[in-house]
């Protein structure tokens, strides 16, 4: 297949940084870097610095390019977003609600508060990734998409018409429905464990905090309606793993992070997904055209080959001083890439 790109990845930052890139690196051309790391990356100077550091933790020889984002807050000026644009390396901003999820406190408390930036934003025709999620403690966990989608999404989609938007990782039927039935100019992002897993994966023989992310994992229809949308081959959808590693400890604890690992399986998951909707001829595009073309970037010329043969993933893997417990550690995933002399 023509090589693919992560459209949504948290990378992390020092020891985690090295510890999860090569997995990223071996798969995908390109990722949309997320901005949110302690403290977020609220500057173009900031995702600057950041990006030369992703740059100087790749392996000797592997190539690999981070597009970065900025992450919004209340108080992000105008100027700021020009600075990003005209940086030629941020492609987007990131809009957090705030307390949505991990690392999103600096986040924006009132989408109006930002009219005037989104403004900027439509008319540079620069990209906002959303993190589609109310934050009202009163509304239910799993109903909290599709309140947003009402309460704040549509509405902001119909204030700033011009406004390119990128509903990240999304869940459930609604969802599909607004993305796919929207003005143009909105697309979405779809995780690989959103395909393969629904809510039950979250107490499957006890509590699972590995499978704990933020939106969480929704019921069964949810699942078959993205995974239908996916398999349909809308150019709307495409691949972005939301891969999150944190340290085991921190998952496995009274108030485990949301945060799913998937990179070392980024596009293998994805190929299983597809495979059981009999839709594997649609993964290409899915994975290395969509994403690219909603962005305005050329689509990869290199190549990638998966092959049909299942393995055993590690019960862990290092994460500096810590270590990471991978989606579907020790068991097994039915697709594997081909050893790199037979994918070049
Ligand atoms: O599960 C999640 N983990 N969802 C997010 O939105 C953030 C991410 C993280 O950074 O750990
Ligand atoms: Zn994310």
Request: hydrophobic share 45%.
């Amino acid at each position: 297949m023509r090589r693919p790109d992560d459209w949504h990845l948290h990378l992390r930052d020092g020891a985690a940084l090295h510890a999860v890139l090569p997995f990223s690196a071996a798969r995908f051309a390109r990722a949309m870097v997320m901005p949110n790391l302690t403290p977020p990356l609220t500057t173009t100077e900031a995702a600057l610095a950041y990006r030369r550091r992703i740059l100087a933790a790749l392996p000797s020889g592997v190539k690999f390019e981070p597009l970065m984002t900025l992450y919004l807050t209340d108080t992000t000026p105008a100027a700021e977003v020009e600075r990003a644009q005209a940086s030629g390396c941020v492609l987007g901003c990131k809009l957090y609600p705030a307390g949505a999820t991990t690392h999103a406190d600096a986040g924006v408390s009132d989408v109006r508060r930002i009219d005037a930036v989104l403004s900027r934003m439509a008319e540079l025709g620069m990209v906002l990734q959303v993190h589609g999620e109310v934050t009202d403690p009163a509304v239910d966990v799993f109903d909290r998409e599709a309140s947003f989608i009402d309460a704040v999404l549509a509405p902001l989609a119909e204030r700033h018409r011009q406004l390119r938007i990128v509903f990240e990782h999304i869940t459930t039927r609604a969802a599909v429905d607004f993305v796919l039935s929207g003005r143009s100019g909105i697309a979405a992002t779809v995780t690989a464990q959103h395909l393969l897993m629904n809510r039950n994966a979250l107490f499957a023989g006890g509590l699972r905090p590995h499978h704990y992310c933020l939106p969480p994992l929704k019921a069964e229809v949810h699942r078959a309606a993205l995974l239908s949308a996916v398999a349909g081959g809308n150019p709307r959808l495409f691949l972005g793993t939301d891969s999150a590693p944190h340290a085991r400890h921190a998952k496995e604890a009274p108030r485990g992070c949301a945060g799913i690992f998937s990179a070392h399986a980024g596009i293998e998951l994805y190929a299983e997904a597809f495979e059981s909707a009999g839709a594997l001829e649609r993964l290409e595009a899915f994975a290395s055209c969509h994403g690219a073309d909603f962005y305005g970037l050329p689509r990869n010329s290199a190549t990638l080959t998966l092959v049909k043969e299942p393995w055993e993933v590690p019960e862990r893997y290092p994460f500096g001083a810590d270590e990471l417990v991978p989606l579907r550690a020790g068991e097994r995933i039915a697709w594997r890439l081909a050893r790199p002399s037979a994918a070049q």
